[in-house]
């Protein structure tokens, strides 16, 4: 029954009436089936709605884009909920380098090479070949599989090519842990994918995705000529960067919301599409709680940080990349959002967002499309309480401890803020310092510190007592630390 195609037929047009009916109601997108996508698939070019007819906030809208472009004016982006743009902004046919976005097209590369049996998941990384320059791989490193290696989870901390300072700061010694037992976001177990599946398949990865996802899906920029590969002496495999436009990676979101069907044809199979979008390993669980990782995919998004960001419906998955590359697939309202920044555009002239503001942009594009559980307004503007600035603000921090981030691995933590403008920064039930610095008003009124760091900086937030609680709110006005003092 499952397979009947007059069936599904029938299902689809019960799903396309009861959401004109929906609309029809002024019922939103929150309050809709969650499960009701629609077989609408752009052609050509994309078909526009208004945010009234598609029952959205155009004022929350607004404030989505204001805040997009105040973060970083550079940004480009794409709301599209049943295959239509409910609203974008800035240049969304520029081809950009995807950063990391790329992991997840090789993923669904992988997926289809698996269907047709040229990529076994079970296969040792020793028994296909695949090794690296000296130090060469263990022959513990060379029992690693491809499923290890698509889910971040090799145990190879081999150096890897087009991977950035931070990754090579944090990259574990060699053997510290086997194949299988650790998650380490490792740019070697995705460049040796990259080997693996074009010897599998004796295509490149550029061409491969032309033929099978590109041209099928009617992409309107993409060429295999946009992506290149990246070599050097840190390792043998090379990495493989890809360009892509906005609009054209909006595409790719809706072929995996559509569990990788477009129109009537099954380009990624069904099984892979669920699989590689499921969770295996908690990622940054030292960051906040919510981040998952798949088979080079992200799954829902960093909930809370010290405070609250926001919460995405279950079922909700993304590629992300540096320079602020994201697109999530949130199946649960037939969303897709891609927001792009061109990182060809001079570094003095555009900068990477954070977490946190990316969060917002997050809260207010859900909050637009009428979601009743994206969690609270943690502006300034919302805050409840009393605000605390100068002397007042001093004498209520000054000797206290506050516990803070409770629910982030290695915790809980707590803030030592002694009278005589030193502070410390204390982790675990053993309160180990973790860092120091110091710590004063300014003449605004704010709590500014500044920690002990190779590159110190000084960070001021505004301050709001609200029941006990002591909440911080940083230079954008969004709550950044929600405390308790002890």
């Known amino acids: ?33 969650p499960s009701a996508i629609v077989d609408n698939f752009p052609g050509a070019a994309f078909e526009t709605t208004t945010p009234e ?15 997009s472009q105040k973060v970083e004016p550079a940004s480009a982006v794409m709301i ?12 969304t046919a520029v081809k950009s380098n995807l950063h990391s976005v790329r992991k997840s097209l090789l993923s669904a590369l992988i997926g289809i090479a698996v269907d047709e049996r040229k990529i076994d998941l ?6 296909l070949g695949i090794d690296d320059n000296a130090p060469s791989l263990t022959e513990a490193e060379k029992a690693a599989t491809v499923a290890d290696l698509l889910k971040a989870r090799s145990g190879i901390f081999h150096a890897a090519l087009y991977e950035t300072p931070g990754m090579a700061r944090l990259r574990p010694p060699r053997g510290s842990h086997p194949p299988g ?18 010897r599998a398949v004796g295509q490149s990865i550029f061409t491969a995705f032309d033929e099978k996802i590109a041209a099928p899906i009617g992409m309107q920029d993409y060429q295999p000529g946009d992506g290149e590969y990246v070599r050097g002496a840190a390792s043998d495999h090379a990495a493989y960067p890809i360009r892509m436009s906005a609009r054209d990676l909006a595409r790719f979101a809706l072929l995996y919301l559509h569990g990788g069907r477009w129109k009537d044809r099954q380009l990624i199979p069904s099984a892979w599409v669920r699989e ?33 960001t926001v919460k995405v419906p279950p079922g909700t998955f993304e590629a992300m990349g540096a320079e602020g590359q994201y697109v999530f697939v949130i199946p649960a309202y037939d969303l897709v959002i891609v927001h792009r920044i061109n990182s060809d555009i001079p570094a003095s002239q555009r900068k990477e967002p954070t977490f946190q503001q990316m969060a917002r942009l997050l809260w207010l594009v859900l909050s637009a499309a009428g979601d009743k559980d994206v969690g609270p307004d943690i502006t300034l503007a919302h805050a409840v309480g009393t605000r605390l600035e100068g002397d007042a603000l001093k004498a209520a921090l000054a000797g206290k401890t506050l516990s803070v981030a409770q629910s982030l691995a290695g915790g809980p933590y707590a803030w030592q803020i002694r009278a005589d403008g030193t502070l410390s920064i204390l982790a675990g039930a053993e309160r180990r310092e973790r860092s120091s610095g110091k710590w004063g008003i300014d003449d605004r009124g704010r709590y500014c510190r500044t920690l002990s760091e190779p590159r110190p900086r000084e960070f001021c937030f505004a301050v709001v007592a609200n029941q006990g609680r002591l909440q911080f709110f940083d230079a954008d006005d969004l709550m950044r630390f929600d405390t308790v003092a002890e």
């Open 1 to 33: 029954m499952g397979n009947d195609p007059a069936g599904r037929a029938s299902r689809r047009v019960f799903v396309v009436a009861f959401l004109c009916l929906c609309i029809s109601l002024g019922i939103t997108a929150a309050q809709a089936e």
């Open 181 to 198: 037992t650790f998650w380490y976001y490792n740019n070697w177990d995705f460049n040796a994918l990259g080997m693996i599946y074009e």
């Open 80 to 91: 599209v909920q049943h295959g239509r743009v409910v609203a974008e902004w800035g240049d």
């Open 122 to 127: 079970s296969a040792s990384i020793g028994s």
């Open 276 to 308: 590689s979008t499921q969770s295996y390993s908690d990622a940054y669980a030292d960051r906040g709680p919510g981040l998952g990782y798949g088979y080079m995919w992200w799954i829902g998004f960093l909930h809370n940080m010290g405070a609250p």
């Open 53 to 67: 007819t598609a029952g959205w906030s155009a004022e929350r809208l607004a404030e989505a884009k204001a805040w």
